[in-house]
């Protein structure tokens, strides 16, 4: 008998509603091809939800997460809620205690630019041809998490955040890191501002010493800052990069134009018993409700799902090579149009993607 997979599917807002029924459609048919069962339930996130049942994070749909096996988000937030408090908004309402109930800790990110697409970014060929790295960034601590506090002075207000960090903290996400890079080629990137943060210094003693349980793997430490320009300078030389909160979020979309659009990044966030698998990008309230939104970066992540929850490499590279294939014979989302490429919507792309799944 086939074993059963159950996932918890959360569209949230925006394109979110487009482009994870184009994921699904895909693992269905995965499914059929290499005889896996799953089970999809779907419930309520962010805007979407405060709308339904007023609360961004309904104590239900956590409750479904926590007892499946694994977790497709589509994208929250728009326009809509915008007038909300900050705390309030969906994405902190909901993104936040979502991560913190499942307890993620890590978000990993791949960046690998894709041949048929080397064209759609803004960076040189030579210099994004064979680029193939992996982000690890550490996803609940850090300024995002720390204390926030504003006290009014004479002149104006004095605004607080704080940056902090542990040793286990730091452990646990440089460990997965190390751990990736054993089945990649080998090497780990650690980024911080030790020059500058004592959080930083910490973490580079921390991700030192953890380096000599690692001996086949290589390690180097780099400034955030140098990290932003050799990303667009030489972006090859990075295998595995394992950053703190906030620089893993301002890298990460530096990354993705490596690839051309946001709407090519999938990610995974782990640490606790349940995974979660979402697009890098938001709801794009933009282009919502046009059909014009990429369903290639959820289709991806729910490749991701197959290789890191379900253990299902063969299956996970079925859809990674599907994905190549449509590519290359040229169709494209508008967002990676060029010219002489044959235009299509995120109802067709996932249509095509799903036909060339072997
Ligand atoms: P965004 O990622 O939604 O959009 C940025 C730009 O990229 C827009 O021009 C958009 O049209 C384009 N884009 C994004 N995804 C695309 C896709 N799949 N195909 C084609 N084009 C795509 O970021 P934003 O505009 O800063 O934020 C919009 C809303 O999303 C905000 O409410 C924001 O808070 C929220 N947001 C949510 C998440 C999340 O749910 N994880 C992440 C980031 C932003």
């Not at 086939?2 to 482009?19: R, W």
């Not at 184009?22 to 089970?39: H, M, P, Q, S």
């Not at 955040?161 to 190390?178: K, M, S």
């Amino acid at each position: 008998m086939s074993k059963l997979y159950k996932i918890a599917v959360l569209p949230g807002d925006g394109i979110g509603k487009e482009i994870v029924p184009e994921a699904i459609k895909v693992l269905k048919r995965i499914g059929e091809l290499y005889d896996l069962e799953f089970a999809f339930e779907e419930a309520p996130i962010g805007g979407a939800a405060i709308d339904s049942v007023g609360k961004a994070l309904p104590e239900s749909t956590l409750a479904l997460c926590q007892k499946s096996d694994a977790v497709l988000l589509g994208a929250v937030g728009g326009p809509k809620w915008d007038f909300l408090p900050a705390p309030e908004r969906p994405e902190a309402a909901a993104l936040l205690p979502l991560r913190k109930g499942l307890g993620l800790f890590a978000n990993l990110r791949p960046v690998s630019v894709f041949p048929a697409l080397v064209g759609a970014s803004t960076l040189k060929p030579d210099v994004i041809t064979g680029v193939d790295l992996i982000v690890f960034r550490e996803l609940t601590g850090g300024l995002y998490f720390g204390e926030k506090s504003r006290r009014p002075l004479d002149s104006g207000e004095e605004a607080i955040d704080t940056l902090v960090y542990t040793t286990p903290e730091i452990e646990r996400i440089a460990r997965l890191a190390f751990e990736a890079a054993r089945k990649r080629r080998k090497k780990v990137t650690s980024v911080d501002k030790a020059n500058v943060l004592e959080s930083s210094r910490l973490w580079r003693e921390t991700v030192t010493r953890l380096a000599t349980e690692y001996p086949d793997v290589e390690l180097e430490h780099m400034y955030v800052d140098n990290c932003a320009m050799q990303l667009i300078r030489y972006p090859k030389q990075f295998d595995v990069i394992v950053t703190e909160n906030m620089f893993g979020d301002i890298l990460t979309d530096e990354a993705a134009m490596l690839t051309g659009s946001i709407g090519m990044l999938a990610s995974a966030s782990l640490g606790g018993q349940v995974a979660l698998y979402e697009p890098s990008h938001g709801s794009a309230p933009d282009i919502a409700g046009q059909k014009k939104a990429n369903p290639l970066a959820t289709i991806l992540s729910a490749a991701m799902m197959l290789r890191y929850s379900f253990n299902r490499e063969a299956e996970a590279q079925a859809i990674e090579k599907a994905v190549v294939a449509v590519l290359d014979e040229g169709y494209r989302t508008p967002d990676l149009m060029e010219q002489g490429m044959k235009a299509v919507n995120t109802e067709e792309m996932g249509n095509l993607v799903t036909q060339k799944l072997r």
